[in-house]
T-cell receptor
Framework: DSGVTQTPKHLITATGQRVTLRCSPRSGDLSVYWYQQSLDQGLQFLIHYYNGEERAKGNILERFSAQQFPDLHSELNLSSLELGDSALYFC?????????????FGSGTQLSVL | AQTVTQSQPEMSVQEAETVTLSCTYDTSESNYYLFWYKQPPSRQMILVIRQEAYKQQNATENRFSVNFQKAAKSFSLKISDSQLGDTAMYFCAFMKPSKNAGNMLTFGGGTRLMVKP
């Protein structure tokens, strides 16, 4: 168990809909990263938050947004969903101090857009 | 931008034997980290081993060791005494540490390893 919690584990929805994926980082970790894993694109970095502030953006679509709340949990919002958004979405967290290059991954949310 | 290449989409090995997974990367940075992550059928991403670029000594973790060739930008993973539980996708990953922008991982395409009884 990595200590990173993601909910829900599975999500099935229809095109055009909006969903929210939730992530609780390990206790004490200030950084939250979101990654997308798909068959055609592989593992791609989406966005990074540190202590509530957005720090870096990767290949994140404009239809996607994220935030990190004061209690440090994070949510990834996906809107106007398309078939191609079907993927496994990972959240990872890391700490503020030495050794923070180690990212600990949650078990992911499998999103299926039908 | 950094790129990570894993040239072996699939590999297989007999139980108890040794297998080496290849990884090359491209970067102009001098300070960085390299990782191998394992993704078993459960899909959990598990950190296997980590290498700091400024350390010449190759990292080892029990049956897992790396061959880090900085000049050649090569970072291979050796699994000794392979076990059935080693069956998984293995991802090589690069990280350029950044205080402001965070520590993003750039992943290779993965190598699917099958350990045969």
């Amino acid at each position: 168990d990595s200590g990173v919690t993601q909910t829900p584990k599975h999500l099935i929805t229809a095109t055009g809909q909006r969903v929210t994926l939730r992530c609780s980082p390990r206790s004490g970790d200030l950084s939250v990263y979101w990654y997308q894993q798909s068959l055609d694109q592989g593992l791609q970095f989406l966005i990074h938050y540190y202590n509530g502030e957005e720090r870096a953006k990767g290949n994140i679509l404009e239809r996607f947004s994220a935030q990190q709340f004061p209690d440090l949990h994070s949510e990834l919002n996906l809107s106007s969903l398309e078939l191609g958004d079907s993927a496994l979405y990972f959240c990872a967290s890391s700490g503020p101090g030495q050794g923070n290059e180690k990212l600990f991954f949650g078990s992911g949310t499998q999103l299926s857009v039908l | 931008a950094q790129t990570v290449t894993q040239s072996q989409p699939e590999m297989s090995v007999q139980e108890a034997e040794t297998v080496t997974l290849s990884c090359t990367y491209d970067t102009s940075e001098s300070n960085y980290y390299l990782f191998w992550y394992k993704q078993p059928p459960s899909r959990q991403m598990i950190l296997v081993i980590r290498q700091e670029a400024y350390k010449q000594q190759n990292a080892t973790e029990n049956r897992f060791s790396v061959n880090f060739q900085k000049a050649a930008k090569s970072f291979s993973l050796k699994i000794s005494d392979s076990q059935l539980g080693d069956t998984a996708m293995y991802f090589c990953a690069f990280m350029k540490p950044s205080k402001n922008a965070g520590n993003m991982l750039t992943f290779g395409g993965g190598t699917r390893l099958m350990v045969k009884p």
